[in-house]
């Protein structure tokens, strides 16, 4: 049996979502909206999916010593989504927008890519690279303001006793 070579292009693979927060029915929701947002996304359909039922986090540390504001309950729950689409490219896209915990290419076991495919591949990958050292930058600069600002404030205190 010979396939097209669309068939030939497609490519089938598992991603686990995994979402952490409260209440747990919120989470089971987001998955659900996630899922449902993958499968409206070009080129790709979702084959099939299994949502976890959330799970309370376990803390490490003692909480008889927390304070109220640290005993938050916070819950987990991931998806299992099996998805199929038309290019490798389309699957890179996936990866960058819902940014899941795994993933596993299922089928097929060799895949060819064009220059042109990588190169959109590389240019997302630079862009949001670009994109988070921007606010690393941004985030570090206001820090060191915030420093300097509570020194100033910490330092006339001081003074005043």
């Not at 292009?9 to 659900?32: D, F, Q, S, Y």
């Amino acid at each position: 049996m010979s396939l097209n070579n669309n068939e030939r292009k497609k490519v089938n693979a598992m991603m686990i979502l995994e979402v952490i927060g409260k209440p747990p029915e919120h989470l089971t929701e987001t998955l659900n909206k996630l899922v449902e947002q993958i499968g409206e996304e070009k080129g790709v359909v979702v084959k099939n999916t299994k949502i976890n039922t959330p799970v309370l986090m376990k803390t490490k540390q003692d909480s008889s010593k927390k304070t109220p504001a640290e005993q938050q309950e916070f819950y987990t729950s991931f998806a299992e989504v099996e998805v199929e689409v038309e290019e490798i490219s389309h699957f890179a896209m996936l990866m960058f927008k819902y940014m899941p915990a795994h993933v596993e290419i299922i089928s097929p076991e060799t895949i060819s890519m064009s220059n042109n495919s990588l190169n959109e591949v590389f240019n997302e990958l630079t862009r949001r690279l670009h994109g988070y050292d921007e606010i690393a930058r941004v985030i570090q600069m206001e820090k060191s303001i915030l420093e300097k600002k509570l020194r100033e404030i910490l330092g006339e205190e001081k003074k005043e006793i």
